[in-house]
Nanobody, 114 residues
Framework: QVQLVESGGGLVQPGRSLNLSCTVS????????MAWYRQAPGKQRELVARIWSDDSTNYADSVKGRFTISKDNTKKTVYLQMNSLKPEDTADYYCNARYQSDYWGKGTLVTVSS
């Protein structure tokens, strides 16, 4: 069973940065499509950013220019660098791994507040 472990969430002031990490327990990490989703209270889970095995990426319009997704195949880890955070970025952030099946982390809470 593939397991995903997220870290890096927390409380941050508007305009500041956070870097989320997600480590995946699989030897086939480089074949996976990795993504970050988020879910705010009372809202549906939404895609934030995705990175494919060829390192191509796409982003939600709401985070373009502020967030960057990247991965390190040797560390089996995907990152989400979040800059210029806004209160509306407050949500539980979930890591997703896709290769033949979908796998999810348990989530890490990001709270943007002054």
């Amino acid at each position: 069973q593939v397991q995903l472990v997220e870290s890096g969430g927390g409380l941050v002031q508007p305009g500041r940065s956070l870097n989320l990490s997600c480590t995946v327990s699989t030897i086939f990490f480089k074949l996976y499509t990795m993504a970050w989703y988020r879910q705010a209270p009372g809202k549906q889970r939404e895609l934030v950013a995705r990175i494919w095995s060829d390192d191509s990426t796409n982003y939600a319009d709401s985070v373009k220019g502020r967030f960057t997704i990247s991965k390190d195949n040797t560390k089996k880890t995907v990152y989400l660098q979040m800059n210029s955070l806004k209160p509306e970025d407050t949500a539980d952030y979930y890591c997703n791994a896709r290769y033949q099946s979908d796998y999810w982390g348990k989530g890490t809470l990001v709270t943007v507040s002054s």
